[in-house]
């Protein structure tokens, strides 16, 4: 089979991709290794729409973080997908932290993250009654999305825009050839072959397995990923009912990001959010998995963890409270243990692979900059003609 464009990942972000290229006439396949769409770093999410606030001024994160938060919203506005507006708040418990909420906030303004205010206690709590914090950033553009409901309405864009989708279709080789490449393909029918004169690469866990597999040194390149797992625990009904919104910890920072300030966290802290439902989550936790298995479990130990960390901002939690749920992994680029680590998304014609769009790194926000981040790849896509 031969094909314009194949996109590698049936995730949100794979099929995001589609869609946009499939609006701008290119003739399309989806390739999911999966046997349904977005069984991998799609589904394993706490479902926020996050507000870019985090994120090194200019970076792609920053960018179409922003970007994304507003084109998800306008889909939930139409009904297209279930999205509740929750709004977030970051919380700051021990007065060291206050000076933390301010560099944060100029962060956010920098990248411009809209709505953005400082709270006082007293203000927090008449919107979370229930939370005991200092201070507080009020961010009310986060919010909460569907993600099933999500792959399911950009798989069925992608398609109305003419993009062929295969699940059963992992990609186990790859043949650069003199215009496109030969991907070598197990499918549930066997061994089989295609061409394509571009391929993106959006295979989310498995993005640097495939990008070396076109022959790139994932070292060289700083491509090298690192499977971060994190745990999450539901709040019993009586604790969920007393929150209504997104409570953040203030982050941790890990180290400096040049010519941007600290920008580089080690992770978000176990905090709180409000899903489309109304269920209430713990979590995650930032868990390395040096050997790079699909281990989801969540053993009972993490009920106690979540309850200790959670209880200096939510003073009502009871340890019964506290349910281990489920876990996801994220492909976090390993240079982010030395500081900032951004998406990549390149098109590798200096690498010697013209038409080869490797999206690496795709961790959070990934699913808030899905949308924008599409339409990046398809103009890669067009300057290639």
């Not at 060291?96 to 203000?123: D, F, H, I, S, T």
């Not at 936790?285 to 040096?290: A, I, M």
């Amino acid at each position: 089979m031969e094909i314009e464009v194949a996109v590698v990942g049936g995730g949100v972000v794979g099929l995001a991709v589609a869609a946009a290229l499939g609006r701008a006439g290119r003739q399309v396949i989806v390739l999911e290794r999966e046997p349904a769409l977005g069984r991998g770093v799609s589904s394993r999410n706490s479902e926020v729409v996050h507000s870019g606030i985090y994120y090194q001024p200019g970076s792609w994160k920053a960018r179409l973080c922003v970007a994304g938060n507003e084109r998800l919203r306008a889909l939930g506005a139409a009904g297209l997908v279930p999205f509740r507006a929750t709004g977030k708040l970051i919380v700051a418990t021990e007065p060291a932290e206050r000076m933390m909420l301010e560099e944060l906030l100029r962060l956010g303004e920098q990248n411009g993250v809209p709505g953005l205010r400082l709270l006082e206690r007293r203000e927090v709590k008449q919107l979370e009654p229930a939370v005991e914090a200092l201070a507080a950033i009020w961010v009310p553009t986060a919010a909460a999305v569907d993600a099933a409901a999500l792959v399911r309405y950009l798989a069925a864009e992608a398609r109305r825009q003419g993009a062929l989708v295969l699940c059963q279709a992992g990609v186990m080789a790859v043949a650069p050839l003199s215009a496109g490449y030969q991907l070598h393909l197990a499918t549930a029918a066997g061994e089989e072959t295609l061409t394509a004169r571009t391929v993106v690469n959006a295979a989310g866990l498995h993005a640097d397995t495939l990008a070396a597999l076109a022959g790139i040194d994932l070292e060289a390149a700083d491509y090298r990923l690192e499977w971060v797992k994190g745990r999450y625990a539901q709040l019993s009904a009586r604790a969920a009912t007393r929150l209504q919104r997104h409570i953040y910890p203030v982050p941790a920072y890990v180290g400096i990001a040049p010519g941007a300030g600290r920008t580089a966290f080690a992770g978000l802290g176990v905090h709180v959010t409000v899903a489309v439902d109304g269920r209430v989550r713990l979590g995650p936790d930032v868990e390395y998995l040096p050997a790079r298995v699909e281990d989801y479990s969540v053993p009972p130990a993490v009920a106690s963890l979540f309850f200790q960390a959670a209880r200096r901002f939510l003073p009502f939690l009871e340890p019964e409270d506290v349910i281990p749920e489920s876990a996801g992994i994220r492909p976090r680029r390993a240079v982010a243990r030395q500081g900032f680590a951004d998406f990549v998304i390149a098109e590798e014609s200096n690498r010697g692979l013209p038409g080869w769009i490797n999206l690496v790194g795709i961790e959070s926000p990934g699913l808030t900059a899905a949308l924008p981040l599409a339409d990046v790849v398809a103009e890669l896509v067009r300057e290639q003609d």
